[in-house]
């Protein structure tokens, strides 16, 4: 499984754009990128998921570079309850479908 | 749509008491797993399953069991509880495998306290 690497903490002011990097430089041609945060110890929740092409859902938008070395989540209008810790996975190819949560990175919306 | 949901949210137990996680999913999902997170550390699979009367061993399964009679409900027993085992507790569930683009949702967790 291709192995993610996230930067540890991000601020990001209430009403902007937070953008979160994401880099999977030895991502296989059929690996997704999954996106899930984690609120205050909550159950992670999904967030988006793309193969090759952009996404966007009603929570974020997906960008994958072409060579799908890198992805960036986007949140277009960060609020206080965006605050959490955001995990950058790609999918696994084991029969668990155990996903591999590394130590993600903290998002902190400031007012 | 109530999702994936877990009972009890909270539990204490006596070391060698035995109990049982509750896990529920409306979705008419195929996979379901059980994951643990200890404090600071990511998720680690306990157990799961692919489908109603299949299961199988994760990462870390001894002194966990687990049965899926139905589709909906995928309970984790907990056999004679351990200090080691407390931990937070998420259940999850999913239509397709993850690496075929099928996204895993998850509860919101049993947090468990073995004195």
């Known amino acids: 499984d291709a192995k993610t690497t996230q930067p540890t903490s991000m601020d990001c002011a209430e009403g902007r754009a937070a953008n979160l990097p994401c880099n999977h430089s030895t991502i296989s041609g059929n690996e997704y990128v999954y996106w899930y945060r984690q609120i205050h110890s909550q159950g992670p929740q999904y967030i988006i998921h793309?193969?090759?092409n952009n996404e966007t859902n009603e929570m974020a938008s997906l960008i994958i570079t072409e060579d799908r070395k890198s992805s960036t989540l986007i949140l277009p209008h960060a609020t206080l309850r965006d605050t959490a810790v955001y995990y950058c996975?790609?999918?696994?190819?084991?029969?668990?479908?155990?996903?591999?949560f590394g130590g993600g990175t903290r998002l902190m919306v400031k007012p | 749509n109530a999702g994936v949901t877990q009972t009890p949210k909270f539990q204490v137990l006596k070391t060698g008491q035995s109990m049982t996680l509750q896990c529920a999913q409306d979705?008419?999902?195929?996979?379901m797993s059980w994951y643990r997170q200890d404090p600071g550390m990511g998720l680690r699979l306990i157990h799961y399953s692919v489908g109603a009367g299949i299961t199988d061993q994760g990462e870390v399964p001894n002194g966990y069991n687990v049965s899926r009679s139905t589709t909906e409900d995928f309970p984790l027993r907990l056999l004679s509880a351990a200090p080691s085992q407390t931990s937070v507790y998420f259940c999850?569930?999913?239509?397709?495998?993850?690496?075929?683009?099928?996204?895993?949702?998850f509860g919101n967790g049993t947090r468990l306290t073995v004195t």
């Open positions: 996975i790609v999918s696994p190819n084991n029969a668990g479908n155990m996903l591999t």
């Open positions: 999850a569930s999913s239509y397709g495998r993850a690496g075929a683009g099928s996204p895993l949702h």
């Open positions: 979705m008419n999902h195929e996979y």
């Open positions: 793309g193969l090759k």
